[in-house]
């Protein structure tokens, strides 16, 4: 098993699109990954295990110093092996060379201890508008 990890990776959209059905658990879309995060990200971390991608993760930008985590994905046989502690690392690190200072995620419930125990995010008050 040889993993590596991207940043601003190449990368297929069907493999994409298969990945984030599956993790997110519906049906498989035909999304042009590519040319949205091209277009709307400061940067995206592929993570591949001997060439075959088992891990995604989008960070979005105010162009400032503001960076999002968005649409961390990890196959799911290859859950809970770090890469999704490993992909938001290397968002992290990317994200701060950018010039940000700050990095934000929302997520659901089940995913807390992931966020803050193994990512290192720390628990602050938001507000959310459901459009």
Do not use: P
């Given at each position: 098993?040889?993993?590596t990890?991207?940043?601003?990776?190449?990368?297929?959209?069907?493999?994409?699109?298969?990945?984030?059905?599956?993790?997110?658990?519906?049906?498989?879309?035909?999304?042009?990954?590519l040319?949205?995060?091209?277009r709307?990200?400061?940067?995206?971390?592929?993570?591949?295990?001997?060439?075959?991608?088992?891990?995604?993760?989008?960070?979005?930008?105010?162009?400032?110093?503001?960076?999002?985590?968005?649409?961390t994905?990890?196959?799911?046989?290859?859950?809970?092996?770090g890469?999704?502690a490993?992909?938001?690392?290397?968002?992290?690190?990317?994200?701060?060379?950018?010039?940000?200072?700050?990095?934000?995620?929302?997520?659901?419930?089940?995913?807390?201890?992931?966020?803050?125990?193994?990512?290192?995010?720390?628990p602050?008050?938001?507000?959310?508008?459901?459009?």
């Open positions: 098993m040889t993993m990890y991207e940043w601003r990776g190449d990368f297929d959209n069907v493999a994409v699109n298969a990945l984030h059905a599956a993790g997110f658990d519906h049906r498989s879309v035909d999304v042009d990954w040319t949205r995060v091209q709307h990200s400061l940067g995206w971390v592929c993570a591949r295990d001997d060439g075959e991608l088992v891990g995604f993760v989008n960070v979005v930008w105010d162009g400032g110093v503001h960076a999002f985590i968005l649409d994905v990890v196959a799911g046989a290859r859950r809970r092996s890469i999704g490993e992909l938001v690392a290397v968002a992290a690190r990317q994200s701060r060379e950018a010039g940000c200072q700050w990095l934000h995620v929302d997520f659901v419930d089940d995913l807390r201890s992931f966020y803050f125990d193994a990512c290192g995010f720390k602050t008050t938001a507000g959310l508008i459901a459009l």
